[in-house]
């Protein structure tokens, strides 16, 4: 198919009339009587041949126009446009299958135009520039493995979860994900913070941290729509009553609200109000390291101490508690991250200490026989400490943390990172961690519908491979999309500025 081939050559009021008369001949699928139950899903391939061929304008009215349509002759009551909380689901299920089409035809466009010669190739990086993306190029592909560690840990019950770090330590996914979160923050605003640049840094963490919020949203939305359509779908109603997902049920306008004021964030969809709260703490922290480091850590340490003895937390609403991730707490370790950003933006490596590796060896080991129960009971009952150890994931507990820092600091002295930039899986998890958000994004919802089938199907290690592995070669292709994309934007950005 040619993508955008009436968006080049048409005028608007014809892409516009086209579309319009392709979301007309859905209707006529109604009449089938395999197709009546559809409704709104009837115009999905109306939505596909407008986001392929007329571009994403016409796609989003045409996602529009069919959700008015079914509204208005086929929900009950009909000729009224009024629905109940139990529509709700299904036309956010909709609404985001016509977002990942339309997200896809425009990514699967800027790679066709970009292989086919249409923009500028993007002029070679300076010497310079190539040493600093050689210098930290093992950031992404850390964050690219920490995204895939997400992703198989959100789906429980398959057999790789047994091999992610967090059934090997103390730690897990979350510390990496918020340390690896201020590093790049760091590398990102820090020296334009030191250089006088401070209203412009923060509007740019503003904005991001607004941009945080609308994922969030959406994918909150499209948590309840996946798991409500497994519910109705393979009669399985405690779908809909974990994680926080029964105060949908119970009150859905209630819900709506909560988690627009992110009051009410649901299990496995809750660490980016965490990152969003603490964004916005970043200038605070980029001012204070300014004046010196260590007062900086010092701050964040004695914050962190007094959230733990006096329990402070952001509250929840509607329903009692605060939030599943501190941010008082985990503040701690953007911090450390933000420390860490600096000091590799000013010379390139944490200092190597024999004693630091030393510690750091024993922790990672004596958190490995914890969890593993002395390698499964090979070398005494570990197990049974692991009670007493200060493991509580909500408030950061000490013991995750001085695990996750050990298991940091050896791995960056050790040089794995060098030596994995020489194996095929470098490049793959890079281009993951350079699209961070995005494929978040998408890894949340895969390992929704993944928890769904998990729970509907009766699985396999076949069954699990084929879920797991499929959901991360999905995330690869969503990246070199957005890959192609990006390149597309520089290379348009680059003509503009020579032709200035």
């Known amino acids: 198919m040619t993508f955008g081939l009436a968006e080049r050559h048409w005028s608007q009021s014809a892409r516009y009339l086209t579309v319009t008369l392709l979301v007309a001949a859905n209707v006529g699928l109604r009449a089938l009587p395999p197709l009546q139950e559809l409704s709104v899903f009837l115009f999905v391939p109306a939505i596909f041949l407008g986001a392929s061929l007329l571009g994403r304008g016409p796609a989003i009215f045409a996602s529009a126009l069919a959700l008015l349509i079914a509204l208005f002759f086929w929900i009950e009551p009909v000729h009224s446009l009024h629905f109940t909380a139990r529509d709700i689901p299904p036309f956010a299920l909709y609404l985001l299958i016509c977002l990942a089409i339309i997200a896809s035809c425009e990514w699967a466009r800027a790679a066709l135009q970009g292989r086919t010669g249409q923009v500028e190739t993007t002029p070679a990086i300076t010497e310079g520039a190539a040493g600093k993306a050689r210098r930290f190029a093992g950031l992404d592909f850390w964050r690219g493995f920490v995204l895939c560690t997400i992703f198989v840990t959100h789906v429980p019950g398959n057999i790789f979860e047994n091999y992610t770090f967090r059934s090997l330590g103390f730690s897990d996914s979350a510390e990496a994900f918020v340390c690896l979160s201020g590093i790049s923050l760091a590398l990102a605003y820090g020296r334009r913070f030191a250089a006088g640049e401070r209203f412009r840094v923060c509007i740019a963490l503003v904005r991001r941290a607004l941009k945080l919020y609308g994922v969030h949203i959406a994918l909150s939305f499209a948590a309840l729509a996946i798991f409500s359509a497994g519910a109705v779908h393979w009669n399985l109603p405690w779908l809909e009553d974990e994680h926080g997902r029964d105060l949908f049920v119970a009150h859905a306008r209630l819900c709506i609200e909560a988690i627009l004021g992110l009051g009410h964030q649901l299990g496995y969809f809750n660490i980016l109000p965490l990152y969003l709260a603490l964004i916005l703490w970043v200038p605070l922290f980029l001012w204070l390291a300014g004046i010196d480091r260590s007062l900086m850590l010092g701050l964040s340490t004695l914050l962190y101490v007094a959230a733990r003895l006096f329990d402070w937390n952001l509250p929840s609403w509607p329903l009692p508690g605060g939030w599943f991730f501190n941010p008082f707490t985990w503040q701690l370790v953007m911090a450390i991250g933000i420390v860490v950003g600096l000091h590799l933006r000013e010379h390139g490596r944490l200092p190597l200490s024999r004693v630091l590796t030393v510690i750091s060896t024993i922790m990672v080991l004596f958190a490995l026989l914890v969890v593993t129960n002395g390698l499964g009971g090979l070398l005494g009952p570990w197990g049974e400490l692991r009670q007493s150890l ?89 990246a070199r999309l957005c890959e192609a994309a990006t390149a597309r934007r520089k290379a348009a950005g680059n003509k503009a500025v020579a032709q200035a």
């Open 390 to 478: 200060d493991l509580d994931k909500t408030n950061t507990g000490t013991m995750r943390l001085l695990h996750f820092l050990a298991l940091g600091y050896l791995v960056h002295v050790s040089g794995i990172t060098a030596w994995l930039q020489r194996t095929p899986v470098f490049s793959p998890l890079a281009m993951l961690g350079r699209h961070s958000l995005m494929i978040f994004a998408l890894l949340s919802i895969l390992a929704a519908i993944g928890q769904v089938l998990m729970a509907a199907e009766p699985h396999s290690a076949g069954f699990d491979i084929a879920l797991i592995g499929g959901g991360i070669l999905v995330l690869y292709f969503a």
